[in-house]
């Protein structure tokens, strides 16, 4: 397509200082038939990432959705994405897909290349490993939102391959090989989008170290406005999480294993959900996946929400604050942009620990009891309503007409600058 034939680029040709200008950047370039390709990761079911490209496409209404792996229930669907076009890969066409996909990474980086929105007029990527890599026009506006640059392969590499028990054995170094190859391609994409939008302060950090870029921070949507807040907790705490490795539930697992007194929820499932209900003990009660409405029941009347992994967010560490819930979480990730520490603020809400050990854990949580009348519930969800998902959309929509103004600004001095060599 020529710079002609894009909607988009009725300017493209104005100076870059108009481009640039103050009025020009307030005002909007998102016209209502603009056609806006939304592309994610994949959808093995409706979780956090997922539910912030629900919030994208409210913002954006005008927009279609395209992945790699579409496995999301038609009631969500219809729920969260009512009349929004779904493209899955050719991937997702493989046999029994649905029980192997996450080891076809080595093949993803290509099949996500496959995807064709170049008749799209703006592209969003909502990226945790590969979404960020279609192919787009040097004149298609790209916002990326990354959740996370990939984690199995950059520094969380080494805490997968052990907890897959992946040593250096033949299927251990075909995998090194394999995420070797995925670094390459990860660095080199990283340079396609227009601006990067980074969940937390701790992915921004992550995006500098790896890419070399800057990232602006916009926290992800929470349903503050639909969550209960409880103050009269009961006597349980909850674990609620992916039973993914670096989610590190096995952790609140064998420390309240080793607190027979205390009852421990945990809600969720994955990967990893045989092995930790081998090492639980009686006083740890597994739910598996919650209906919505009952997992709200559940987290706000727990006495405390436990995390001991790394989160780049944690939507539903946030969700347990806006139910009034404290949390007790690792002091890393995002935990640390939701969790006002106590000892630390006036007007705590949890306890962060600073070491990703069962003693760790253990110690926090005698340590949230002695000091329980310090945190209310009331603290707990004012803090949540920094991460409405009004904020969230307003935020998004203008660091998306900045994406706009910037590209067309860099496509306009290129055509200059060739202008001026001839």
Request: with cysteine; proline share 6%.
């Amino acid at each position: 397509m020529s710079f002609s034939q894009s909607p988009l680029r009725e300017d493209a040709f104005a100076p870059l200082a108009q481009a640039l200008s103050p009025v020009a950047a307030r005002s909007s370039m998102l016209r209502p038939d603009s056609k806006v390709a939304v592309v994610h990761d994949w959808f093995p079911a409706f979780r956090g990432g997922e539910r912030v490209v629900a919030e994208i496409c409210k913002a954006v209404p005008s927009s279609e959705v395209f992945t790699l792996f579409d496995f999301l229930a038609d009631s969500y669907k219809e729920r969260y994405f009512p009349g929004i076009p779904f493209h899955p890969s050719r991937l997702n066409n493989l046999p029994m897909v649905r029980s192997y996909y996450r080891s076809l990474f080595f093949l993803c980086p290509i099949a996500v290349e496959q995807i064709d929105v170049t008749n799209y007029d703006v592209v969003i990527s909502s990226s945790a490993a590969f979404a960020r890599g279609v192919l787009t026009r040097p004149d298609q506006p790209h916002l990326c939102y990354v959740h996370s640059p990939i984690r199995y392969a950059w520094d969380e590499q080494f805490s997968y391959l052990e907890q897959g028990r992946l040593g250096f054995g033949p299927t251990g170094l075909l995998y090194r090989y394999f995420l070797h190859h995925l670094r390459t391609w990860d660095t080199r994409t990283a340079h396609g989008p227009d601006m990067m939008l980074a969940n937390s302060n701790y992915v921004r950090a992550r995006i500098r170290r790896i890419y070399g870029k800057d990232a602006k921070v916009v926290f992800p949507p929470v349903a503050i406005e639909s969550l209960p807040l409880v103050e009269k907790k009961d006597d349980y705490y909850v674990a609620a999480s992916f039973m993914a490795p670096y989610k590190r539930a096995d952790l609140v697992i064998k420390a309240f294993t080793e607190m027979p007194t205390r009852r421990l929820l945990v809600v969720g499932d994955g990967q990893q959900a045989r092995q930790l209900r081998a090492i639980a003990g009686p006083n740890i009660t597994f739910t598996g996946y919650l209906p919505r409405d009952k997992y709200e029941q559940t987290i706000a009347q727990a006495r405390a929400m436990v995390f001991a992994g790394c989160e780049d967010f944690g939507i539903a560490l946030a969700e347990a604050q806006a139910c009034g819930t404290p949390l007790i979480a690792f002091n890393r990730g995002g935990a640390c942009d939701i969790v006002r520490n106590l000892g630390e603020s006036d007007r705590a809400t949890g306890v962060l620990f600073k070491h990703q050990t069962v003693q760790s854990v253990k110690d926090a949580v005698e340590h949230f009891e002695l000091h329980t009348g310090m945190i209310r519930p009331e603290a707990c969800h004012q803090n949540a309503s920094r991460f409405s998902a009004d904020r969230f959309r307003r935020e998004f929509l203008q660091a998306l007409n900045q994406t706009m103004h910037m590209n067309q600004a860099a496509v306009g001095t290129g055509i200059m600058q060739v202008a001026n060599i001839r």
